[in-house]
């Protein structure tokens, strides 16, 4: 236990942490962790004391990479080994991952009953829980899209419509082009999930005030940067000021009346709108989601309360590039930026 760990490494500590941080399996996730730690040069009985796993455990690890590398590591997790046989044959899994896929099923017992009416196999609520979470499933909250949204429109837009515009508005390499969008808050307050006992009631207070204002956020995506202001309504005499301060070359946002009123249009700098229906191409709308998550299910003193913890929020959240960039790099925009820089 005392002589330094001896591996060739396929990986530098830096690949390893990024994807120990992607990685969203509990069993992977642990076993990258504790490559990335020893790769940074940590001992086996320190990574053991981090992670709290026996030691014997971490050794077969090790032992592992240094048969096969990091791809077998990764393929003996639970349940992939030796152990009763499967009920769902492979193709069956992959139907039962597909129809996961699309959203199909609220809860479990949904899933049970469809594998019950198409195969006529009985699971127990445990049983495909866990089967499952082996098909790398998990709850997840849909994004919504409007019925009226145009698939073939948005995706033109993506691929062509983005950059077309940017080069129509004669927009250069060091322009400010920013994402923009607007999100009402205020006093109404929302429940979200918790943890709780099960059989145990949890009781939440939930605030009723006719009271808000708006966020105002820009998303610069080249820059990885937000700027954010405050309005009282979402009308242009609210808007204009805080527009004015921020004097962009171009503003990519959607087509509220307030964005295509004339007084805007006299501030200078160019409109680009987005297809109509479409919030899920403006990264805006994805800091929007991660900021709702974080403020509601509590209770404010004030508006002005409310508005210096989502300030506070942004602020962090702007300092954190690594997860910002998570929420708005999007790789259809920056192919866009880098075309128009390139003509």
């Known amino acids: 236990m005392g002589r330094g760990l001896q591996l060739e490494w396929q990986e530098t500590a830096d690949q390893l942490q990024l994807f120990y941080r992607w990685e969203r399996n509990p069993h992977r996730k642990m076993r990258l962790q504790a490559l990335w730690h020893l790769r940074c040069g940590k001992r086996l009985q320190d990574v053991v004391e981090v992670l709290g796993v026996c030691y014997r455990t971490l050794q077969h690890w090790v032992a592992w990479y240094r048969a096969e590398g990091l791809a077998e590591v990764l393929r003996r997790i639970p349940g992939h080994g030796s152990g009763p046989t499967a009920k769902l044959t492979p193709i069956q899994q992959r139907a039962l991952a597909a129809k996961v896929a ?173 297809p109509p229906y479409s919030p899920e191409l403006n990264p805006c709308e994805r800091v929007f989601e991660w900021l709702r998550g974080e403020i509601e299910g509590e209770v404010y003193a004030s508006l002005q309360h409310k508005r210096l913890v989502i300030d506070q929020l942004l602020r962090r959240l702007n300092a954190d590039t690594w997860r910002l960039r998570q929420l708005i790099d999007w790789q259809w925009i920056q192919d866009a930026f880098t075309l128009i820089s390139d003509t």
């Open 102 to 274: 699309l959203g199909a099923f609220r809860t479990v017992w949904d899933a049970i009953q469809w594998v019950r009416d198409r195969w006529n196999i009985d699971y127990s609520y445990s049983g495909l829980h866990a089967g499952l979470q082996r098909l790398n499933c998990a709850p997840k909250v849909p994004r919504p899209q409007s019925v009226k949204a145009d698939m073939n429109r948005q995706a033109w837009w993506k691929a062509h419509g983005l950059r077309d515009s940017l080069q129509k508005a004669g927009i250069a390499r060091d322009d400010r082009v920013w994402f923009c969008d607007e999100m009402r808050f205020g006093l109404w307050g929302q429940v979200r999930k918790r943890w709780g006992l099960r059989g145990v009631k949890i009781i939440q207070k939930v605030q009723i005030e006719f009271a808000w204002e708006y966020l105002v956020l820009a998303v610069d995506v080249g820059q990885g940067q937000l700027r954010w202001g405050w309005a009282k309504r979402m009308n242009q005499t609210n808007l204009l000021p805080i527009f004015k301060r921020w004097l962009p070359n171009a503003v990519i946002w959607d087509g509220a009346s307030a964005h295509g009123g004339k007084a805007m249009g006299e501030v200078g700098f160019e409109r680009i709108s987005l």
